[in-house]
C-alpha cells in the first residue's frame, strides 16, 4: 500500500515530486491545472519528465486530479464542450506526469434528472476518450451526494463505465469521506462494501484511494473532509482500508485539511501505525 498525500504544483511537477519524497510519501496527488478554473495550462515538457523520472527512481506513484468545475453531466452545451476539452488536457498532463490515473468528479444533472444526468454522463465521456491512446486512466471518483451529483454507489459507477465505448480507458478512485457521506459503508459494513466491490468488478479496476474521515455523519450527503482520526468515521473503521489485503499495492492519497503540507509527513506515519 502506497500512503501519500496531496502536494501543490505551484512551484512546478519536479518540486512537488521532491516534496512528496521529503514528507515520506509513497504515493501523492496534484492538480492538472487550477482546480476552480478551466483555463488552458501550457505544459512545461522538462519540467514532467525530471518530475516522472523522479517518481520512477523513486518508486513513488502519482495520482493527477481534474479541475472541479468540470460537469461531465451538463446539459449546457459550453460547458459540455468546455468540459471535454478540459479533460482532454488534463489527461494529456497527467500522462506525462506519468500518473496511473486522472481523477475526475461525476456529473451533476441539474435538476435534468438522474437518467438525463447518466446519459450525458456516458456520452461526455465517449467523446474524451475516443482519441485517447495513453496509459493514464481516466478515473471515476465516488461521490457524497451532495445536491443532484450522480456516481454514490459502487453499482452505478460500474454501469456507467459499462455503458461507455472504451471502459479499458476507465478506472475508479474510492473515496473514503465521500463513501461514508454516501451512506454506504461504515465499520459494520465495510466487509459487505469491499465484497461488493469484489463482486461487480469495481475492486479489479480500482486504481487508488482518497483516503479522509469526515466531519458529517454517515448518510449525510455533505462532503466535509476531516483528519484521519478526528472525524464521524474515525481510526477504527478507516484502518479497515489500510489492512484490507485487496487494497494492498494502491495509492492511498491523504486529503485532509492542513495549512501546511508538512502537517501531512506525521499523518502519514500515524497511517502507518494504524496499518501495523
Excluded at 468545475?69 to 506526469?97: C, F, G, Q, W
Excluded at 450525458?120 to 485517447?132: F, G, Q
Aim: glycine share 10%; hydrophobic share 35%; proline share 4%.
Amino acid at each position: 500500500m502506497k500512503i501519500g498525500c496531496h502536494i501543490s504544483v505551484a512551484k512546478g511537477f519536479y518540486k512537488a515530486a521532491q516534496k512528496a519524497r521529503e514528507l515520506g510519501a509513497d504515493s501523492f496527488q496534484v492538480f492538472t491545472k487550477n482546480p476552480r478554473g478551466l483555463r488552458p495550462k501550457k505544459l512545461n515538457h522538462t519540467d514532467a519528465e525530471r518530475g516522472r523520472q523522479f517518481c520512477e527512481e523513486h518508486g513513488i506513484s502519482l495520482v493527477c486530479h481534474t479541475p472541479y468545475i468540470t460537469n461531465l453531466s451538463t446539459p449546457k452545451p459550453d460547458l459540455h464542450e468546455v468540459t471535454i476539452r478540459s479533460i482532454k488536457e488534463d489527461l494529456m498532463i497527467a500522462e506525462a506526469y506519468g500518473a496511473v490515473g486522472a481523477v475526475v468528479h461525476c456529473g451533476k444533472h441539474v435538476g435534468e434528472g438522474e437518467a438525463y444526468g447518466r446519459e450525458r454522463m456516458v456520452e461526455t465521456l465517449n467523446k474524451i476518450l475516443a482519441d485517447y491512446e495513453g496509459n493514464t486512466k481516466l478515473l471515476l471518483e465516488n461521490t457524497a451526494g451532495q445536491g443532484s451529483e450522480l456516481g454514490l454507489t459502487i453499482q452505478e459507477l460500474v454501469d456507467i463505465r459499462e455503458a461507455t465505448d472504451a471502459p479499458e480507458k476507465i478506472g475508479f478512485c474510492f473515496d473514503t469521506c465521500h463513501g461514508f457521506a454516501a451512506g454506504i459503508w461504515m465499520e459494520e459494513t465495510f466487509s459487505d462494501l469491499v465484497n461488493e466491490m469484489e463482486k461487480t468488478k469495481y475492486l479489479e479496476n480500482l486504481v487508488a484511494i482518497h483516503f479522509n474521515d469526515s466531519k458529517a455523519p454517515a448518510g449525510s450527503r455533505k462532503d466535509r473532509h476531516e483528519k484521519i482520526g478526528k472525524g464521524e468515521i474515525g481510526e477504527k473503521a478507516l484502518s479497515l482500508f489500510l489492512k484490507e489485503p485487496r487494497f494492498e499495492g494502491l495509492p492511498v492519497v491523504l486529503e485532509t485539511p492542513v495549512e501546511d503540507e508538512q502537517e501531512y509527513s506525521e499523518e502519514m506515519k500515524y497511517l502507518h501505525q494504524l496499518k501495523g
